[in-house]
Nanobody
Framework: QVQLVESGGGLVQAGGSLRLSCAAS????????MGWFRQAPGKERDFVAT????????YYADSVKGRFTISRDNTRNTVYLQMNSLKPDDTAVYYC???????????????????WGQGTQVTVSS
């Protein structure tokens, strides 16, 4: 049974940093892509970043490029999202997601991911 458990959210001032973690269990994820999405109140869930576990190839939303970094730790089976220079617009619930790398469809769409964590709240004050 696949489980994704996020942690690391919280309240931070604008300009600050947070690191989110996603602990993955239940299978081998070497052939998976792991994504971070976020959903602000009253808005749709949006793509933030994704990483292909085996190759380490990464993709980012334009809104976070240069500020956020996605990475993975093979020994801990954990994916991270380092968030720097945070803005109030980054306030949202952040979700970790997983999908087989071979799945078709856009890596930027939440509908192409099979497994989801419960989410962690990030609040950035101005």
């Amino acid at each position: 049974q696949v489980q994704l458990v996020e942690s690391g959210g919280g309240l931070v001032q604008a300009g600050g940093s947070l690191r989110l973690s996603c602990a993955a269990s239940g299978r081998t994820f070497s052939n998976y892509r792991m994504g971070w999405f976020r959903q602000a109140p009253g808005k749709e869930r949006d793509f933030v970043a994704t990483i292909y576990w085996r190759s380490g190839t990464t993709y980012y939303a334009d809104s976070v490029k240069g500020r956020f970094t996605i990475s993975r730790d093979n020994t801990r089976n954990t994916v991270y999202l380092q968030m720097n220079s945070l803005k109030p617009d980054d306030t949202a619930v952040y979700y970790c997601a997983a999908a087989p790398s071979s799945f078709g469809g856009s890596r930027y769409l939440d509908s192409t991911y099979d497994y989801w964590g419960q989410g962690t709240q990030v609040t950035v004050s101005s």
